[in-house]
């Protein structure tokens, strides 16, 4: 069903429609194939759609900018109303560390995994030393959630695992981050065996 315009020359637009009827990741397959039925009709394609509490995120693989407007307004009556839409594969403005680390803590509390993880990751190629494994733990975190996101309950739960053993040795804050707090609340998801979305806590 999903390959229709996967070839080159593609436009991919990241979608986010508010989560009306509170669905849920167990949902995913019936979301896909709304959206995708959808916006069919106008040549268009979706991929990657991930659901949080607040949000049912797609990809929408366009071959002409012409359309976008006739899909999203479709999206929207099918799904709920647009809450963003970002154009993908273009590259995006450079910002600096510190910027970057807030920007991917914020996303992260807003459920936005995919982006935080983005973010953090620009972060993360310019450190180095105890700090670039404090980032890889919680960008690990981000992508165990964008999992969860997807219904992958037991990739998502391994990656968490990993996430965790990233912060073995680091207790305190970075970036306001209680990094003990959050080892903790991990910690709780492991040990439950269920994955969840959760914040980044400030101090």
Do not use: C
């Not at 593609?10 to 959808?38: C, E, G, H, P, W």
């Not at 990656?159 to 970075?174: P, Q």
């Amino acid at each position: 069903m999903l390959v229709s315009i996967t070839r080159g020359g593609i436009m991919r637009f990241l979608v986010r429609l508010a989560n009306q009827k509170a669905a849920s990741s167990a949902d995913r397959k019936q979301l896909t194939k709304i959206a995708y039925d959808a916006v069919r009709p106008f040549g268009a394609d979706v991929g990657n759609l991930r659901v949080s509490s607040r949000a049912v995120e797609l990809d929408l693989l366009l071959e002409a900018e012409t359309v976008l407007q006739p899909s999203l307004k479709v999206l929207e009556d099918k799904m709920g109303p647009i809450l963003t839409l970002r154009k993908l594969d273009i590259a995006s403005p450079p910002i600096d560390k510190a910027e970057a680390i807030r920007l991917g803590f914020d996303l992260f509390n807003e459920e936005r995994y995919w982006e935080s993880h983005e973010a953090l990751e620009s972060a993360w190629r310019v450190s180095d030393g105890p700090e670039k494994a404090v980032l890889q733990g919680i960008i690990l975190l981000a992508a165990a959630l964008v999992h969860w996101q997807k219904n992958e309950r037991e990739v998502s739960i391994s990656v968490m695992r990993r996430g965790l053993e990233k912060f073995t040795d680091h207790s305190g804050d970075y970036f306001g981050v209680d990094i003990m707090a959050l080892k903790s609340k991990v910690k709780d998801i492991l040990s439950a065996d269920q994955p969840e979305f959760f914040r980044i806590e400030s101090k």
